[in-house]
């Protein structure tokens, strides 16, 4: 019921300081996960190891290690972005 | 979906050719025969494929694209598609033609006998700080090579040691004097390291979009 309370507080203007902690840690949680979870990210991580592999500079084992943990968190952040779960600090954003 | 319809039909890249229908021979996915349909003056070159989630990181079927479109490339300019276009029949591949046709003969204008090269720069991994060199070296590359070509693009730069990622459409016929100018810049600058790629088909300068404002088109 948190999300609803906050909601018509703020709508007729009145913080709480407790609720407005709580609410700015949410937003710091949410851009926390779309820094973590950012696809585009990942995607720059899997280009920078294919990057390393061509110029030499990691082994084909390192190379394979790296992507196929990159892949696995690409397809998580890709998942994470489908779900919108910092919808609510968008709206307030 | 369902991923067992055979009647899918994999499209690797557009070309302009002559002939009702010519094959590339069994190079494709799983073996698959590759071959041309033709519409108007242009021919997908399709393989009879299900229709399903191509995934991008399967590096095996990454190739088979790649090298299939390597193969149509020593023969025809290529229009690019992007890996994982897959239409379920062949009306839809059709249908997709006609809608993009005016965009189709725009790109061929566009890429007709010429071809993309890349060239990268990273840092060495011993960098000395010297900034003003890398600066130096972004920008005698960068003017160099863009006087050859007959167009380019500056890439995401999407590592902290990458100071220049190019790409640069280069007729056929000038192939040869960019790989030089690549070669000479390279000696010059030798404490960098230079990666030179190519020739590939040129997906940095077409982007058709058909019936979708998604990348992949029509499916």
Known sequence: MLLIDDLILRSIGITIPGLDLIYTLEIIRDFAFKELYNPEKVKNGLKENQMLYEFGEISRAEFEETRSKLMEQLKFAERFEEMNLSVRSDIFA | ?219
């Open chain 2, 1 to 219: 979906m369902n991923t067992d319809n055979e009647n899918g039909r994999y499209v690797y890249c557009i070309i302009k050719a002559q002939e009702e229908q010519e094959s590339f021979g069994n190079i494709g996915f799983q073996g698959k025969e590759v071959y041309t349909v033709k519409y108007k003056e242009f021919s997908p070159v399709v393989s009879d494929m299900p229709f399903k989630k191509y995934d991008i990181d399967n590096e095996e079927d990454i190739k088979i694209h790649t090298s299939v479109v390597n193969e149509v490339m020593k023969k025809y300019s290529v229009i690019p598609v992007a890996y994982g276009m897959v239409f379920k029949n062949k009306k839809l591949v059709d249908v997709s033609m006609r809608f993009g046709y005016k965009a189709m003969k725009k790109a061929m204008k566009i890429v007709d006998n010429k071809v993309e090269l890349g060239v990268k720069i990273i840092l060495p991994q011993d960098f000395d700080g010297n900034l003003q060199k890398v600066e130096q070296c972004k920008s005698e590359f960068s003017k160099s090579l863009k006087q050859i070509a007959f167009d380019s693009k500056n890439l995401n730069l999407f590592s902290k040691r990458l100071i220049m990622n190019g790409s640069f459409l280069v007729e056929k016929d000038k192939i040869q004097v960019f790989s030089d100018e690549v070669e000479r810049l390279r000696t010059k600058y030798d404490s960098f390291k230079v990666r030179y790629s190519g020739p590939w088909s040129p997906y940095n300068f077409v982007d058709i979009h058909i019936m979708s404002q998604q990348r992949g088109g029509f499916r």
